[in-house]
């Protein structure tokens, strides 16, 4: 199975929940997840309270021979941080702007960090079936956007995705009257996102991007496994912030299928999974097989980045 690894990032209401549930209820992880809680997207109550996703979270598809797992971005500003790591996390990114609406301050935002992550967006025209939707107007403004950000000339030639959500439809064209399913909008995430830049053979390196928690299983690091394949129980080194090296024992290991979390005995080069095992595990750990430890650079930029010991 190929891996494709992208985030989807929007102004808040710009139809990122609804277009993923419909990713999903259109990718055969539905039949495969009765279970799925519906809009569990941004099913915190403290999200649903302020009206604002907050916590960055995956999702993974199906899709025919692949697994596309899709990064919640949080659009705020207050988020800086972590925006920038689920950047490096992936390899693509989905530019959702509402057709009606326009570009807003948190398009500007999200896509500043993208470009800046040498990313190349796929732009996403959400909410074509609004009336007043204006495709045409919309597309000029991400593109003076994206001018006025930087972007380079490969960036720039962004595809283009005319979508509703709520509808469950997807076209290459702004006419969507005959489109049928979100087909256009897979189609162009596995042929435009390439696939994982990492190394498939060699000693495990693993760094989470963000952390979780979970009352059963306690802190969880979720990330992207860089190199080499990690094992449950399996025993393994980390390398410390301060470079300081621990062991611990992978307890549980998981992967994302749909919206929940999945057991995985074993986790390979390119997938985004969490573990559990190490109680005070931060970002920008790297957990490595012991006796190869060797550090990746995230948040070593003053320091030598790797560390062989
Ligand atoms: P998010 O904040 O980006 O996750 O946005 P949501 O998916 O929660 O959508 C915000 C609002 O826009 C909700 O009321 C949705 O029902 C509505 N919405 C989402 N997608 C569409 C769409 O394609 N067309 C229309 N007309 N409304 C949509």
Redesign the pocket.
């Known amino acids: 199975m190929e891996i494709r690894n992208v985030a989807i990032i929007?102004?808040?209401?710009?139809?990122?929940?609804?277009?993923v549930d419909k990713l999903l209820q259109q990718s055969e992880t539905f039949r495969a997840n009765q279970a799925m809680q519906e809009r569990s997207?941004?099913s915190n109550d403290i999200e649903r309270e302020r009206g604002?996703?907050i916590l960055a979270k995956a999702t993974s598809i199906i899709y025919g021979d692949y697994r596309i797992n899709i990064m919640d971005t949080p659009g705020h500003a207050d988020f800086g941080g972590e925006v920038e790591r689920i950047m490096k996390l992936v390899d693509g990114v989905l530019l959702?702007v509402d057709a009606k609406d326009g570009v807003m301050p948190q398009t500007k935002f999200v896509l500043r960090k993208a470009l800046e992550s040498n990313l190349k967006p796929i732009v996403v025209i959400?909410?074509?079936?609004?009336p007043f939707a204006d495709p045409k107007k919309t597309i000029n403004q991400v593109f003076d956007l994206f001018i006025d950000l930087g972007a380079t000339e490969e960036q720039l030639e962004f595809p283009v995705i005319y979508?509703?959500?709520?509808?469950g439809v997807s076209s290459f064209t702004e006419d969507v009257s005959n489109a049928k399913n979100m087909k256009p909008l897979l189609d162009t995430i596995v042929n435009h996102v390439p696939k994982p830049n990492v190394t498939v053979d060699g000693p495990l390196q693993f760094q989470p991007a963000l952390v979780d928690y979970n009352e059963f299983v306690g802190r969880m690091g979720i990330g992207k496994v860089f190199r080499g394949t990690m094992k449950v129980n399996s025993f393994v080194s980390v390398v410390r912030a301060d470079g300081k090296i621990q062991q611990f024992r992978i307890q549980k290991l998981f992967r994302y299928s749909g919206l929940t979390k999945i057991e995985v005995d074993e986790a390979y080069a390119g997938d985004i999974v969490a573990i559990a095992g190490l109680s005070d595990i931060q970002v920008g750990d790297t957990v490595c097989e012991v006796g190869k430890e060797e550090a990746l650079p995230l948040l070593h930029i003053d320091e030598p980045t790797v560390q062989m010991l």
């Open positions: 929007a102004h808040v209401d710009h139809g990122k929940t609804t277009l997207m941004d604002i996703t959702l959400n909410k074509i079936d609004r979508a509703s959500g709520l509808l």
